[in-house]
């Protein structure tokens, strides 16, 4: 499904955060990157969202070599991958409500109204009621910000699903529903997951295989730990 | 070691409850009332007086040249009998006009400069950026009168030389601001959702800047008035017939070589107290976009 | 012995546009001794952080508060001081980083950017115990030292400083005032779990040295290794206030909610609580909890009050566990 290979890299001038790292998730694959904060992991998955242009090294997606990154990657391309970030607050424009920030994606492919059915399961399936969904980001709360941006990641059937750092702000509960709720997904679609963090304990429940990555932003020493 | 729990209390009669004090509170509330109350005055004055009042404005009666202020002419007349106070409300009524629109457009291209800037980076910005640094380097003053040198004096002129030297600081505080945005991972979950780069501008960076476009627009409005009337004051915006606060300061210079201030008086005070009005709700709103206290309700 | 802190009946609620309010703390009661930690834990919008900002007086413009959270008189202080109302020119004065320190959440954020560590304790150090200049330098070395910050990276800015060096140093800056009385916001949101371990083995030395430890956290692991009690808040209220060993370990949880937070842990059953918490402006009359709960009955109607520790009409008995 993704394949990245030789990916070195970092902002401006400064030193590369991630060095010659390659890493390769199958179809239908649930891998998870763990790592201690700081150490690069979320810059490659940045790169592996095609959000980032990395300085070297070559990003295939589902057999297809990716050949420009942010708005230069085919939209094909951006929206067979879905991405949550760690800070919904971040994540989420404060202008929107929350309906309209489920279904961002579908309007900005022009399928607003062909997904807004799929729109609203979503958020029902994500526990968020007619209520809070006509509410702007800052009226709710970070697990519930969370949700709607997991549901907006989902809303176009991603093949493959990033999170990084997903519930690292998030309580034990809504951690769990959240992981649920992408587990379902995966389970309806056989769609592949690259879920990075720091929690092992989480890492571990959670995916197939976890590969643990050093705090040097090399990943000479990465082991691979496989679960169960 | 026994945990100890501390009572449930009865239930006893329920207190009232307590508001924090927040002291800076009440001077800021004086100010902004006084603000927009002048503002609402100096608005309703140059739209209702023309109505009200269809005096004639630029009618001469020698006979009554230069009369100190007075119950008949609260503000006195000027060197050829004209009301001086119904002429200062049609001079701000063209000065607060050409202000306006002049803040308008500035603001505007500012915006659409700064959105292109910061949204294209690269060579596009540079380039713009340039072009900025450029206008910048030139004393507005100059360059506004360079500019309606080239026209025959009237009003679009002075619009237009305001205009185009005042749309640079709108435009680096909207770049600074979109550049800031741009690396936001809400912009970021943008583009990972499809959407191209005119959808990202206008739906997610332009909404987001546009308060601040909207101040630097408000903030420029007395900065445009002033700039009208300094032009004017020097023959060479608004056409000296045409009443403007500036054509009537330039008026009033002989008289006030003579010792006769109110011509000059009452028409600066036109400029000055709406000025400060204007900044002083401009303050309000500011504090509001960029709220030190408010940190909202953080549940 | 006398608590440090005190708090009684605390509410504090938000006045909404069109006459609504938010009830974001409901009626929270609890003491707080020296040399002993409290966890406050729940899920984000409890409440939790409303709490805080109002023990520090930080609390928006447009919120209300009833209750009491009295810091008793002391050795240094004749008079009971009342957090809510005593007004924020004397928190300033004589509260803040004097008599409560606050470990904040985000360590490296709460850190001037182009000022040095050592600038920041300085400056601290000046304006909490008047210092003066020449006897500056030992001073903040002993600061530092308290927080087991590094000597050889007082000179370093914040961006220089790792994510655990940075919580010392905000951790160094809480300690300079000797406040008995530490408030930790979220400290180990977004730390790995190396991190989270020092930071916690950090925090509890202060309170093991006789600090009172107030942490406020949704890391339910890290509540374990710290807390000598926790109390868990739910939709804006404390359900269940109990001794850490006994919640986290046998009998456990008491109360629904919390045994439901509990099993939601990846290392137990990695099961979610079913449904969201209640909206704090249309909070039900009964107990909050009822809706979500598998064992709520008509007796749930009615709002429990806090019994022995738990508030809840089916709570599991506490002998229960004894068997």
């Known amino acids: 499904m993704l394949e990245l290979t030789g990916i070195t890299a970092g902002y401006d001038r400064g030193r590369p955060v991630v060095r010659d790292m390659s890493l390769a998730v199958a179809d239908g694959e649930a891998l998870g990157l763990l790592g201690p904060s700081g150490c690069g992991k979320s810059t490659l998955a940045r790169v592996a969202a095609l959000l980032h242009t990395p300085w070297a090294g070559s990003v295939r997606l589902a057999g297809e070599t990716v050949t420009g990154h942010r708005f230069r990657a085919p939209r094909h391309q951006r929206t067979a991958i879905g991405v949550v970030f760690q800070q919904p607050r971040l994540a989420a424009d404060p202008r929107l409500r929350l309906r309209d920030l489920i279904a961002e994606p579908a309007r900005a492919t022009g399928r607003g109204r062909e997904l807004a059915d799929r729109a609203a399961a979503l958020a029902d399936a994500a526990g968020l009621g007619a209520e809070l969904l006509r509410r702007r980001p800052h009226e709710v709360s970070d697990g519930q910000l969370q949700r709607a941006c997991l549901a907006r990641a989902l809303l176009l059937r991603p093949r493959l699903l990033i999170c990084d750092e997903m519930t690292a702000m998030l309580d034990a509960s809504t951690t769990a529903a959240l992981v649920a709720l992408v587990e379902d997904y995966r389970k309806e679609q056989g769609a592949a997951l690259l879920a990075v963090g720091h929690d092992r304990v989480l890492l571990g429940r959670w995916c197939d295989s976890v590969r643990e990555w050093d705090g040097d932003g090399n990943p000479a020493g990465a082991e691979l730990l496989t679960q169960e | ?299 | 012995m006398t608590p440090l802190l005190s708090v009684r009946g605390l509410s504090v609620r938000f006045r909404m546009p069109h006459g609504r309010h938010v009830a974001a703390v409901s009626d929270v009661s609890f003491d707080l001794a020296a040399g002993e930690c409290l966890a406050l834990v729940g899920e984000s919008g409890c409440g939790k952080s409303v709490l805080t900002g109002a023990l520090l007086g930080l609390l928006p413009a447009n919120a209300q508060t009833r209750g009491s959270a009295v810091l008793p008189p002391d050795d240094q202080h004749a008079a009971p001081v009342d957090l809510l109302t005593v007004g924020e020119r004397a928190l300033a004065r004589t509260v803040r980083g004097r008599r409560i320190g606050l470990v904040p959440q985000s360590p490296a954020a709460h850190l001037t950017p182009v000022r040095t560590v050592r600038a920041h304790l300085g400056e601290t150090v000046r304006a909490l115990t008047g210092t003066r200049r020449d006897a500056l330098p030992p001073a903040v070395a002993a600061a530092a030292e308290r927080a087991a910050f590094p000597a050889d990276h007082l000179g370093h800015h914040p961006h220089q400083l790792s994510g655990g060096l940075a919580q010392r140093a905000a951790t160094a800056l809480a300690l300079v005032g000797d406040a008995p009385l530490l408030l930790a916001d979220e400290p180990t949101t977004g730390l790995d779990r190396d991190l989270v371990d020092r930071t916690v083995a950090g925090l509890r030395r202060h309170a093991d040295e006789g600090r009172g430890l107030l942490v406020i956290t949704h890391d339910l692991a890290a509540a374990a290794r710290i807390a000598d009690r926790v109390a868990v808040m739910y939709a804006g209220r404390i359900v269940e206030l109990a001794d850490a060993a006994a919640f986290f370990g046998t009998p456990g949880p008491r109360h629904p909610y919390a045994a439901g937070l509990l099993a939601a842990l990846p290392e137990r059953d990695f099961t979610p609580i079913p449904g969201l918490p209640p909206e704090l402006d249309a909070l039900p009359g009964g107990c909050a909890f009822a809706p979500r709960c598998a064992r709520a009955d008509a007796a749930c109607a009615a709002r429990p009050p806090l019994d022995g520790g738990v508030a809840c009409h089916h709570a599991t008995a506490p002998e229960a566990a004894d068997a």
């Not at chain 2, 508001?19 to 603000?35: D, I, L, M």
């Not at chain 2, 009042?53 to 503000?75: E, K, N, V």
């Not at chain 2, 540079?126 to 030139?138: E, G, I, N, Q, S």
């Not at chain 2, 009003?155 to 680096?172: I, Y």
């Open chain 2, 1 to 299: 070691m026994a945990t100890t729990h501390p009572p449930t209390p009865a239930t006893e009669p329920e207190q009232p409850w307590h508001t924090p004090a927040h002291e800076r509170r009440g001077t800021r509330k004086v100010r902004v009332t006084t603000s927009a109350a002048l503002v609402a005055t100096a608005v309703a004055a140059v739209l209702l007086v023309p109505l009200l009042f269809p005096l004639d404005q630029q009618a001469i009666d020698l006979t009554s040249r230069l009369l100190p202020p007075s119950w008949d002419h609260p503000f006195g007349t000027d060197d050829v009998g004209r009301d001086l106070l119904l002429r200062s409300v049609y001079g701000l009524r063209v000065s607060l006009t050409v202000g306006i629109v002049a803040a308008l457009v500035a603001a505007a291209l500012g915006l659409a400069v700064g959105c292109v800037a910061g949204a294209a980076g690269g060579r596009t910005d540079r380039l713009l950026m340039r072009l900025v640094d450029t206008f910048a380097a030139v004393p507005h003053l100059l360059m506004g009168i360079f500019i309606v040198a080239m026209f025959r004096p009237g009003v679009w002129p002075v619009v237009v030389s305001v205009g185009l030297t005042h749309w640079v600081s709108t435009a680096r505080i909207v770049r600074a601001e979109v550049l800031s945005l741009r690396t936001r991972p809400y912009i970021d979950a943008a583009i990972s959702g499809g959407a191209g780069r005119r959808r990202v501008v206008l739906r997610h960076l332009m909404p987001a800047v546009l308060p601040q476009a909207g101040l630097a627009a408000v903030l420029m409005v007395p900065h445009a008035l002033w700039h009208e009337s300094a032009l004017s004051f020097l023959g060479l915006g608004i056409p000296a017939h045409q009443a403007s606060l500036g054509t009537m300061i330039n008026a009033a210079r002989g008289p006030l070589a003579a010792g006769d201030w109110w011509p000059t008086l009452f028409p600066g005070l036109f400029i000055i107290i709406p000025t400060l009005a204007i900044a002083g709700l401009a303050g309000a709103w500011r504090e509001r976009i960029n709220p030190r206290r408010r940190s909202e309700l953080v549940l």
